[in-house]
């Protein structure tokens, strides 16, 4: 009998700005497999059309770290070809997109909490001088992704879950301050995918990949602490791998933690790779609003050399604006 199991990643983009949103996005393929066994590598089960690396030729999209794929250099258009390429060419992605006109359309399949923050953010909300998307010809990924979906089909691993928790600067401070931990506040906002993963697909073979969470080593007490409904075993513990299975009844779901999870995963690179996007949509947007209102402002990245002088810049604008500090900037 053939056996079907889900490999599920997560990963951040965001996690040390001053400015600019948190995301922390989680991507997972169902594909076959033994969930308690060796796992499968996705780049070969779709080697003809994706690549850990970038393809001179256009013919294979780039998939890894967000951070091998996108440079300010470079731009974002390896990256946003990579994400719609897989939205459109996945049956199951595809299916639950009404239609893929704007950003919204794109945070309302994955990350729909966030809409609802950005209404009191009009530095998020759409530009006129916007455009989506924003390096890339849809209609050209269109074309890409009815090719790839035909290797999807045959090689039975199709994307079937694309989600992100994009945390606005005033939510994330409110949650740095319930947690009094930035830790603790990534981790708890992981700990969520991780419970969503397991309601859809814990009796599926699932395998959760995460990335290592921030200076953390060792993650059992405080995922006994998260799922006190499910046991816990301990298969390994170093400081740059950490592996658990959670048992509940006859579901075993493995979970692990590693350095440089977006090299072993294509799960986990898929997560950073929409992380980052929607981080740079965002601070696209940021940065086109305040330009409107202090022309021939510098646009920034966000983090914490640029951002304070970015800042200092904004600052008499903001006030007159009156837009509290706390709005714009981090506490942590």
Known sequence: MLLIMVIAGIDEAGYGPLLGPLVIGCAAFRTPGDHLGELPNLWKRLSRHTSAKKSASGRKIHVNDSKAVYSPAAGVKELERSILCFLLASPTMDKRLARLDNLEDLLALAAPDVLKD????????????????????LLSCRLFANSFRQEIEHAETDLVHLRARVMLEE????????????????????????????????????????????????????LQLMFEEWSLQIISETESFCHYRIIRGDQIVPIIFAEKAETQSMSVALASMLSKYLRESLMHRYNLWWADQIPGLEPTAGYYGDGSRFLRE??????????PETRLV???
């Not at 950005?118 to 010809?137: L, Q």
């Not at 708890?188 to 990949?209: D, K, M, R, T």
């Not at 904004?314 to 837009?323: D, H, Q, S, T, V």
Request: net charge positive; hydrophobic share 40%; glycine share 8%.
């Open 118 to 137: 950005m209404v009191a953010c009009p530095w998020y909300m759409p530009h006129p001088a916007g455009r989506f998307p924003m390096e890339n010809d």
């Open 171 to 222: 939510p994330l401070n409110a949650m740095f301050a319930s947690t009094r931990n930035k830790a603790n506040a990534a981790f708890s906002i992981v700990a969520a995918h991780i419970n969503q993963l397991l309601e859809l697909y814990a009796g599926e073979g699932l395998v959760i990949f995460c990335d290592r969470q921030g200076g953390r080593c060792h993650y059992g007490s405080i």
């Open 330 to 332: 981090r506490s942590r």
């Open 314 to 323: 904004i600052e008499a604008k903001r006030i007159e604006l009156g837009i």
